[in-house]
Nanobody, 125 residues
Framework: QEQLVESGGGSVQTGGSLRLSCAGFGRVVGNGAVGWFRQTPGRERELVAAIERDHDGIVYHDSVKGRFTISLANAKTSVYLEMNSLKPEDTAVYYC??????????????????WGQGTLVTVSS
């Protein structure tokens, strides 16, 4: 089984931008979905955005709508998360994972693969 590998995190100031990349999910289950999640110490992991392989379904956490964009690339073997207008509250470790549908990934327990190491995003005020 391929290992999920996230990259692209870093430290930026409020209002800055980053693009996260995820690889290692050579297969997406059927017409399933890939999602980006984030977690901070003491808080549960939450879905940030998810996209379905056929592009018909994209979901975003309310707090990132209009600022973040999720997309598939490289024959749908990579997923990007373009993050703009970053805020301190976006600071977290970001992870990617796969599932059967974008809406199902709103509950991270529905993710299907082992979690990777994640990539840290730090936004300073």
């Amino acid at each position: 089984q391929e290992q999920l590998v996230e990259s692209g995190g870093g430290s930026v100031q409020t209002g800055g931008s980053l693009r996260l990349s995820c690889a290692g999910f050579g297969r997406v289950v059927g017409n399933g979905a890939v999602g980006w999640f984030r977690q901070t110490p003491g808080r549960e992991r939450e879905l940030v955005a998810a996209i379905e392989r056929d592009h018909d379904g994209i979901v975003y956490h309310d707090s990132v709508k209009g600022r973040f964009t999720i997309s598939l690339a490289n024959a749908k073997t990579s997923v990007y998360l373009e993050m703009n207008s970053l805020k301190p509250e976006d600071t977290a470790v970001y992870y990617c994972n796969v599932g059967y549908a974008a809406e199902l990934l709103r509950r991270p327990e529905n993710a299907l693969d082992p979690w990777g190491q994640g990539t840290l995003v730090t936004v300073s005020s």
